[in-house]
């Protein structure tokens, strides 16, 4: 437990150390924000995640593990994430629904310091439905796949996969994951 | 990544940072504490973690958007609350159920410095249900919205409203959220 | 939020809780590399968590909570946590499924400084199974009670025991919680 000694001499080691745990614990926060942002249903914060030309892709388990390109749904810029916005909240038919995210501890996979810099990351996650009336049940299962760059504005998306186990129920998936 | 540097300088906007990420683990293990008194069935100890006037509310997700205050329980303070552990532990007729809550990363949403500071934090979370004989199922899931103040005796909740997205199932709502 | 204070003065209270919410991180992590491996399905990677003469228990609560030694599992050395992952590949017959971990924020029960330095944690998990052609579902939630002592490799288990809520729907189990 080599943790943070200020006033006394301290490694390098343990100085990356402690910036590594803390930038664990930010991205952390961002998968919260991230998740009551959608729960919330304050969808039109949902493209403000991302950066201009950021990625959001949702995409089966069995076809990310072969390397297929096929994906069930695939945005490819903020611009279209809007659209996406605007479709579920205007024009899409279907029964309302709640979702509530709970989120697992991120994984940091690589990182590049400073503004601009990237941040491979990636976390699990359970998404559980609740229609009115009805029970909540297990909706998605899956593990984020994220590229994040730190700008002036915070941690944002470059792109984020949402890789879900189970290819069944989700003909019905409307709300982002 | 603009982490801790000991030893050479850092700029006061890495100190709030640090600062604001450590706040949020601190968080994160009071929701794990709190869990785990609950889980574990130590009902007498659910008490210490609110303040002597503290409050413990259950409400269901459609009257917390719309501004309701009709709740499944409102307990007003420490001796409610241990008025609710009796009446778990000793008069209630109820088939037992185990609990297992899973609880996502929090977020801060505002925080005072220093003893008798208010932080107000969320957090969602899923509770599972297992009765005896049974598999485990999906229980209550919605979001943690809480008052926490620094005490002497560490941190306690001023506030902690439950507030869960399924109307069901609840009339067999026994132990705590 | 008497935080890290670089550059002025910091008491050695603040260094203390500072260390403490750091190996909390520090834990999360390693639940979530473990989670990461299983969930990608990186069998001869889980060994790699285990000290050369670690434990992997798995146990039903009823069992834990009377202080009874039957468990549904128990491998005493990385040796035979090795023939297991042989088995689960290569030898049982089993109907195949994916896995999701999603663990909560960990407890740090105790803990000593330094390498070979034992760490007493536990958290929350719940485990959910996604078989081909079906959804997803609840499969096994329960806790991780961990000793975990600090290598020169990083963060190792000498014991991790796996306390789950539910005693059905165990006999398939196949892959490591």
Redesign the interface.
């Known amino acids: 437990?080599?943790?943070?000694?200020?006033?006394h001499a301290?490694s390098a080691g343990d100085?990356e150390?402690?910036?590594?745990?803390?930038?664990?614990?930010?991205i952390?926060?961002l998968?919260?924000?991230y998740?009551?942002a959608l729960?919330e249903r304050r969808f039109d914060d949902w493209p403000s995640f991302f950066l201009e030309d950021g990625q959001y892709v949702v995409q089966a388990?069995e076809n990310y593990d072969r390397g297929l390109p096929l994906a069930l749904m695939a945005l490819e810029s903020r611009g279209m994430i809007k659209d996406r916005v605007y479709g579920v909240t205007q024009t899409i038919y279907h029964r309302p629904y709640?979702t509530?995210?709970?989120?697992?501890?991120?994984?940091v996979l690589a990182?590049?310091?400073?503004e601009g810099?990237l941040?491979r990351a990636?976390?699990?996650?359970?998404v559980?439905r609740?229609r009115p009336?009805?029970?909540?049940?297990?909706y998605?299962?899956?593990?984020y796949l994220d590229e994040i760059v730190?700008t002036a504005e915070g941690l944002k998306f470059r792109s984020r996969r949402c890789v879900y186990?189970?290819?069944?129920?989700l003909n019905s998936l409307i709300y982002p994951i």
Chains 1, 2, 3 share one sequence.
Do not use: C
């Not at 150390?17 to 930010?26: A, G, N, P």
């Not at 509530?100 to 994984?107: D, F, N, S, T, Y």
């Not at 990182?111 to 400073?114: F, I, P, S, Y």
């Not at 990636?122 to 359970?126: F, G, I």
């Open positions: 437990m080599n943790g943070l000694s200020v006033g301290q100085d150390r402690t910036r590594s745990l803390l930038l664990h614990v930010e952390d926060r998968n919260a924000d998740a009551a729960d388990r709640y509530r995210h709970v989120v697992g501890p991120a994984r990182a590049q310091e400073g810099g941040v990636q976390a699990n996650y359970a559980f609740t009336g009805d029970a909540s049940e297990v998605n299962v899956g593990r730190r186990d189970s290819e069944t129920v």
